[in-house]
């Protein structure tokens, strides 16, 4: 990110976080600046995306990496993000994010402004002197074996659109490689899963080994699973 982009996002939270303070109290929504605003203050980094946090995202490791909102919009944050994120925001407040659309209904965030509280949590890099997280293959080892099965709330996408994983109507998320499907996924839809991963306070996340309708109907999605 250009030091000229950095500051524009820094003004920018700047403003928001004082006009947070100004809102009513509730869960209304205010409409976001018209982008004239932001070209009229020499902004280049404009609001894309505003609404009321439902549920904190985690991968299968359990670490928080985003936000789903109440219109669907998912937000994503980097992993080492998770310990900052769930500080300043929790569900049923209202935030608005800077940031990028990845795909449709997916922003990658530069920085969340929590309209309630008007705490702020900007997209960096760890901190220098953070503690280095543990290599992949040790990292695995902390996972548990997790089933779950449900109908799908949410399909999750990558950069190019792809589907690489599913939020079910009762919070778990399945993650799982984008060319490993045999199956559809789309809103509504039955589905299970066996894999390894997390539960803990925010829900339950794994990474499929293996995909079906039904856990009495899975599948591996790989030649040799576990």
């Not at 659309?101 to 997209?123: C, K, M, P, S, Y």
């Not at 899963?193 to 009495?216: Q, W």
Request: charged share 15%; hydrophobic share 40%; net charge neutral.
């Amino acid at each position: 990110m250009s030091t000229y982009t950095s500051s524009a996002i820094v003004l920018a939270i700047s403003l928001f976080a004082a006009n947070a303070n100004a809102l009513p109290p509730g869960p209304a929504e205010a409409p976001l600046p018209p982008q004239d605003h932001f070209a009229s203050v020499g902004m280049v980094v404009p609001p894309v995306a505003q609404g009321q946090v439902k549920r904190m995202l985690i991968n299968p490791y359990g670490e928080v990496d985003g936000l789903r909102l109440t219109d669907g919009t998912i937000v994503k944050l980097p992993p080492h993000m998770s310990d900052a994120l769930t500080r300043a925001v929790k569900p049923g407040q209202m935030i608005r994010v800077l940031g990028r659309f990845e795909a449709r209904g997916t922003v990658n965030a530069d920085a969340i402004v929590n309209l309630t509280t008007a705490q702020t949590v900007f997209n960096q890099p760890p901190a220098i002197g953070d503690s280095q997280p543990l290599p992949p293959h040790l990292r695995a080892q902390r996972l548990q074996t997790q089933q779950v099965e449900g109908r799908i709330e949410t399909v999750l996408t990558g950069p190019r659109g792809e589907a690489n994983g599913v939020i079910l109507t009762d919070g778990s998320i399945v993650r799982f490689p984008p060319d490993s499907l045999r199956l559809p996924v789309q809103q509504g839809a039955p589905f299970a899963a066996s894999g390894l991963g997390t539960r803990n306070v925010h829900g339950t996340s794994l990474e499929a080994i293996s995909l079906g309708t039904s856990l009495s109907a899975l599948q591996p999605i790989y030649d040799r699973a576990p």
